[in-house]
């Protein structure tokens, strides 16, 4: 019955909504207003309708029109249609809108930048439900990236609405906003400040244990230990030495711990620098090469769940670019 039907002539659809509003309200001037057209275009349609069908859908009166038989038959089923077609795009729009989104981010982001702000966008949008998945594919790096076979360049991961990386920001086919950039500087227990060895000078670092941060990165040229110190003046201390992690996150929690003193992005470790539980205690801080970008195809990136969160993340990143906004 379905291709039975769709393989007949239909008259179209901008003419079928003419007639439908013209038969609603039994006037061609409050159809014409209802669709922001002429009732000279109401007219045209409703004449085009019945030329196809072969019938007469209005008796034209001396100040009023009003339905044929076969116009009354018709019109039921007609807005009914109607009425259907505009549920299933309501149901659409609010699929989109609500439902799951999956965020694909590097684990210390996740626990030490995302994890403490989330609130605030679930208590704005409650209608959204978050799925967050922590990854290391993530992080832009030669032993753990997914090649795009066309173009040699990182892919987005088929199964997230939004990734949030830390690279270079050259992702083919893909929305991408820049968060933010980091720098790296020795960061400490604030216990480290105090005792018989306490950190003054970099050369104090000396008698330290240094924690180093061995996160797989692409950039040849990030920061260590052996160039924060050079460009310190305190190229004499030793590097050889120390624990290593391969997430930020866990040299930065060894350094609240009082562990040792770690080469650390400050942005990751902003929240326990405001509460006291890191200090920098030098002023002198390296970039790194690499930025944390937000990331999402480009096919679906003005989906409404998408760029709320998008654009919540990047309010979150420069909160005081957020508030010259709303204020203006």
Known sequence: MYIAFMSQRLPPLNALRAFEAAARHLSFRKAAEELHVTPAAISHQIKLIEETLGVTLFRRLT?????????????????????????????VRAHESAGTLTVNVPPSFAAKWLMPRLHRFVTAH?????????????????????????????????????????????????RVDMLFKVSVTPLCSPRLLEGMRPLRKPADLHYHMLLHDDTPLSSENRPDWVQWLRGAGAGDVDTSHGLHFNHAMLGLEAAVDGLGVVLGIKELAARDLAAGRLVAPFDYSLA?????????????????????????????????????????
């Open 288 to 328: 790194m090469p690499d930025s944390y970008y937000v990331v999402s195809a480009e096919t679906t990136a003005d989906r409404p769940k998408v760029a709320v969160f998008r654009k919540w993340l990047l309010d979150e990143a420069h909160p005081q670019s957020a508030r010259k906004i709303a204020a203006g």
């Open 126 to 174: 409650p209608d959204i439900d978050i799925r967050i998945v922590a990854s290391m594919r993530l992080v832009d790096a030669r032993q753990h990236e997914a090649v795009d076979t066309m173009t040699g360049s990182d892919s987005l991961p088929l199964d997230a609405d939004i990734d949030i990386r830390f690279g270079n920001g050259k992702y083919p086919r893909c």
């Open 63 to 91: 100040r009023a029109i009003a339905l044929s038989p076969a116009g009354r038959s018709f019109l039921p089923k007609l807005s009914e249609g109607f009425a259907q077609i505009a549920a299933a795009v309501e149901q």
